[in-house]
Structures are given as C-alpha cells and as structure tokens.
C-alpha cells in the first residue's frame, strides 16, 4: 500500500511568495499520488493528479522518484491559496489521506 | 466534474440514538464511499461500496456502522448507536466513471454526537 507523509502541519505565506508544500510517499514501483484541497468551509476538491502533469490554479507537483516527493508548489501565492491541502494516494481504489498541511496567505 | 449533494448538512444528535447520512450522487457512478474527518484531524476512509455490497472497509466501520443504496440513488450510511467520539464531518464520494481512482466529494454533513 502507498503511504504518504506531509512533514508540515502549518505554513504561512506572504502574498506574492513562492509556496511548497511537502509530500514524501512510501512505495516502491510506479506511484499514483493525488493532491486534493480543501477550502474553508466546503468539500475536498481534487487539485491535481500526477499523471495529467497539468498546472491548476497555478500549482505544479513533480513526481520525483528518487527523493519520493510530490511537492505541491506555487510561485506567487495568493490570499485564495489559503486552505487545506492533502497529499493522497489511492489504494485499491481508496484514498490514503496525509495528515495534511493548513496554508494560511497572509497580505 | 460529477455533483454529489449529500443531506443533512448538520445533524445534531444524543449518544445512543441512530442516524443516517445521505449521500445523492447526480449521474450514476459504480463505487461509493464514505470517509470521515474529526476536527482538526486528518480525512479518513470509512468504506468502499460497489456493486451494492461493501468492497472494503476500515476498522473504524465496526458493526455500529451500515451501508446501503436502498433506492439505486441514494447512498446512506447508518450509525447505529451513536457514541461521542463519532461526531466528525461525513464525507460521501464518488469515483470518476471514466477513470476509478478520481474520486469526487459532497459537501459533508457535520455529525454533533451531545
């Protein structure tokens, strides 16, 4: 089973600065990882998969294999960015949450 | 993106008594599930449902908890005798038709165990 660690539970940004959000996973082989978000007050929201290797709402994550890392990153932060993110890989059709890390964009 | 709605938002309940969750998917998906958040605790899996019978679940689903899409729509999940410790956010979800391990979440029902 995959298993994923998100060292920071906090972290608190400038808006405008560059912001990186911790995940290590625990898996050998080829890894399916996920970052969902979750605003204030609403539903988990998927914000990116590694396979589509998209750009949404301005954050990137690169699987990196030989650090086994799926940092979420974003160069400028904004106010909006403030929420919880979640690392998550599925398991047998499951997901597999991290602790998560609550990001706070301050002006 | 599929909508899941899920009702009621807050249920407010006395230790003991019964609730059930519901979840109302828009379109019809194959697997279903349930997780569920303490505060300021991380999201957890409760239960996976496909087929109409429980494909997995975690130890946290013991036998206080039920699963069942009594209508072929709605999902619901059942606390038998609600304890303190089970008051969290519910979560529903549902798998992306064209690709299973893209899951998609309602919007929660907060569960208030007095």
Redesign the interface.
Known sequence: AQRVTQPEKLLSVFKGAPVELKCNYSYSGSP?L?WYVQYSR?????LL?HISRESIKGFTADLNKGETSFHLKKPFAQEEDSAMY?CAP?N?????????TTVTVRA | EPEVTQTPSHQVTQMGQEVILRCVPISNHLYFYWYRQILGQKVEFLVSFYNNEISEKSEIFDDQFSVERPDGSNFTLKIRSTKLEDSAMYFCAINDRENTDTQYFGPGTRLTVL
Do not use: I
Not at chain 1, 42 to 46: A, E, G, K, S, T
Not at chain 1, 92 to 100: E, T, V, W
């Open positions: 399916e996920f609403q539903r988990l929201q998927l998969r979640y599925p047998d059709y499951k997901l597999s949450f991290g602790a998560g």
